[in-house]
């Protein structure tokens, strides 16, 4: 047999049939006719209040952190485990990164643990929805108002994902999303920023456009346009944004496909795995929806892991383990101050995520599954 991927993106077959349209409309820079076309989607049939189409998640999240004005020796909270790009943009903007803990029963932040980590300093927390599963966002937007912090949550594997019958990323002050092909709705590399608090959204548009008001400019709201904040090039080609239109109208087809596999996974695994082999399996707690972004496995240990990985790589099957804790990175644990990390830290260690994109087809699933069982039964 082939060896399995962990990821391959799936192509919807209208994808070069929207980039031909965009090429041949004359325009193929930001704003046109398939960034509107995007826009209107996620606003329109999503229900997002406002949102702006960037070059890629880690841009939405900078653009989030000079909106909400970090300035040197703000403190922002955020998990250990998750991507660098969550600190990165608060760190270009002289931020001191909070780390709080993981759950036990989840990778994502533990609620409970945000409110001993707030001083005088801090400015915001930032949640972010590991496998489009949500953090408790009633919790953390209670803390948030209590002590006037911004909440930006990040969402960047999260699309199509609902917390209590809204959609994940329409709570936070803003939210940052990432259609980078790894994604569950893709366009090689892309993002985009929702703005739930009216007061970003002007100022959203000008520093998405290197600081000037062309956005306004186009829309006749003012009669010539120059630099008038900071700002940068945040906003994609319409290349990519035909691009991802031709995802966006197959949304309901790619997450059928995508919530099937992981139900197959899921299915094979529970009441199995976790009772016999004290495999962690997923969580989902009430409040949220499934997006089937991810299936994962946390074993017992760290050995137990690598010795799965290994074993599933001679059935030619690609799993691969997740983020590393950022506490203790080569770039932050010199410098961080707080205390252990216990649950991100085996998180680290001992979690792997199995191949799931739509074209996975049942052989190669029943291959996974009976890989995975196999190796207990040795
Ligand atoms: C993928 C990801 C990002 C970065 O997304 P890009 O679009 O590649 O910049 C940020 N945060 C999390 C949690 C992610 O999974």
Known sequence: MNLIPFNKPFFTGKETTYI????????????GIFTKKCHHFFEDQLGFKKVLLTTSCTDAL????????IKPGDEVIMPSYTFVSTA??????????????SRRDHPGLDEDKLESLITERTKAIIPVHYAGVACDMNKIMNIAAKYSLFVIE???????GYYEDKPIGSFGHMAAFSFHETKNIISGEGG????????????????????????AFFRGEVDKYGWVDMGSSFLPSDIIAAFLYAQLENLTLIQNKRKAIWEIYDDAFRGCLDIKYEVQLPFIPEFT????????????????????LKHLKEKGILAVFHYLSLHKSTFYKDIYEGSAMKYSDNYSDCLIRL????????????????????????
């Open 20 to 31: 031909k349209e965009a090429v041949a409309s004359g325009k193929i820079s930001g704003d």
């Open 62 to 69: 900078e653009m989030a952190a000079i909106l909400i004005d």
């Open 88 to 101: 990165n943009a608060f760190v270009l903007r002289g931020a001191k990164i909070i780390f709080v803990d």
């Open 154 to 160: 990040d969402a960047a594997q999260a699309i199509d």
């Open 192 to 215: 985009m920023l929702v703005i739930n608090d009216e007061r970003f959204v002007k100022r959203a548009e000008i520093i998405r456009e290197k600081g000037t008001n062309r956005s």
């Open 289 to 308: 929806t499934n997006n089937a972004h991810m299936y994962y496995l946390v074993f017992k240990n760290k050995k137990e892991r690598k010795a799965m």
């Open 355 to 378: 191949p799931l994109f739509p074209e996975l087809d049942i052989t190669q699933q029943d291959h996974i599954i009976s890989s995975i069982k196999s190796f207990y039964a040795n």
